[in-house]
């Protein structure tokens, strides 16, 4: 009838939340900061849609889940 239900667990370990944070934030800062310097280098008539969309999402996916890293390093579970 009731079977014993197992503990929700993450797949990534405890201890690897601080060093996720770090690189994920580190690395979408980074391809931040290179999407700010195409943007200022570029001109209007050279600049791609599909290159700045493109850089745009991988750098909030990076940032996103880095901060979600971050939240969950200090004890913020959410």
């Known amino acids: 009838m009731a079977q014993s239900a197992k503990p929700i667990s993450s797949p990534v370990p405890d201890v690897w939340y601080p060093t996720l944070a770090f690189f994920m934030l580190v ?4 391809i931040t900061a290179s999407f700010f ?12 849609l599909a290159k700045e969309l493109i850089t745009g ?22």
Request: charged share 10%; net charge positive; hydrophobic share 50%.
């Open 27 to 30: 690395i979408g800062l980074v």
């Open 37 to 48: 310097i195409y943007e200022a280098t570029s001109s209007r008539k050279n600049r791609s």
């Open 57 to 78: 999402a991988v750098a909030s996916v990076f940032l996103g889940f880095g901060s979600l890293f971050l939240l969950l390093s200090s004890g913020i579970y959410v």
